[in-house]
């Protein structure tokens, strides 16, 4: 546990009641590798596609299909799909959940949010699949 310990982003970063600085946003990211790292201790010899697609979804969930993500800058359908998925909801999630910076934001508001990020944030075709599911309540 000590070495899951050592890769912890600070409770002052994940609670902060306002707007992250650069270098707390800059620390923020880095979560996407240290879970990888956390991942790399548990797998076993024999990779499995359980472990390729938690890894995937760790390392690239916040890659954008712009290529404006991170951690690698990934474009398009070279982010793996299961991580396009994730990124879409992890939004949903973020925009529709309290928050120690925010409370919920209603859901036409995330819907538009959404929308308007089609294409930039969200690969379409995924983003198009969450309004429906929006649509639906």
């Known amino acids: 546990m000590e070495f899951i310990k050592s890769f912890a982003i600070s409770d002052n ?5 306002g707007k992250l600085t650069d270098k707390e946003f800059e620390e923020m ?17 024999d990779e499995n596609e359980f ?25 398009g359908d070279r982010i793996p799909e299961v991580a ?3 990124g879409v909801a992890d939004a949903y999630d ?7 910076y925010r409370n919920a934001l209603p859901q036409n508001i995330v819907r538009e949010e959404i929308k308007k990020c089609k ?7 995924i ?8 649509d639906e309540d």
């Open 84 to 86: 396009r998925i994730l």
């Open 29 to 45: 990211k880095k979560h996407t590798i240290y879970g990888c790292d956390i991942l790399d201790k548990f797998k076993q010899e």
């Open 119 to 125: 294409g930039t944030q969200f690969d379409p075709a």
């Open 51 to 75: 472990y390729k697609y938690c890894y995937d979804i760790c390392r690239y969930h916040h890659e954008r299909y712009d290529g404006k993500g991170y951690p690698n800058g990934l474009i």
């Open 94 to 100: 973020a925009m529709a959940s309290n928050r120690s």
């Open 127 to 134: 983003a198009d699949i969450m309004l429906r599911m929006i």
């Open 13 to 17: 970063i994940l609670t902060k009641p």
